[in-house]
């Protein structure tokens, strides 16, 4: 199961990085996908990167997020920039570039308020 962190409080138009770890997995075979929940709405996928580094975004957050991936440390980032009111949910991560494949972890909350 993956581990999130990075969340917080963030005025429109700053930026957060979102980090995603696991120890339970052999990290670099697989896609790391990102998504999100907003109050009241469904869960939605983000962004996702292959185990090859390929990646690909939502409409709504290309040019504005990065999702990258270190293998080394089992880690995958979500640079988050230009942040916009609409972006405030729980973000989470997990296997599968763009189909969740595990159980979902405890998120990390993001809220762009001014």
């Known amino acids: 199961q993956f581990v999130e962190s990075g969340g917080g409080l963030v005025q429109p138009g700053g930026s957060l990085r979102l980090s995603c770890t696991t120890n339970g997995t052999i990290f670099g075979v697989y896609g790391v996908g990102w998504y999100r929940q907003a109050p009241g709405k469904q869960r939605e996928w983000v962004a996702g990167?292959?185990?090859?580094?390929?990646?690909k975004y939502t409409n709504s957050v290309k040019a504005r997020f990065t999702i990258s991936r270190d293998n080394a440390k089992n880690t995958a980032y979500l640079q988050m920039n230009n942040l916009k009111l609409e972006d405030s949910a729980v973000y989470y991560c997990?296997?599968?570039?763009?189909?969740?494949?595990?159980?979902w972890g405890q998120g990390t909350l993001v809220t762009v308020s001014s």
């Open positions: 997990n296997r599968g570039a763009i189909n969740p494949m595990d159980a």
């Open positions: 990167i292959s185990s090859g580094g390929s990646a």
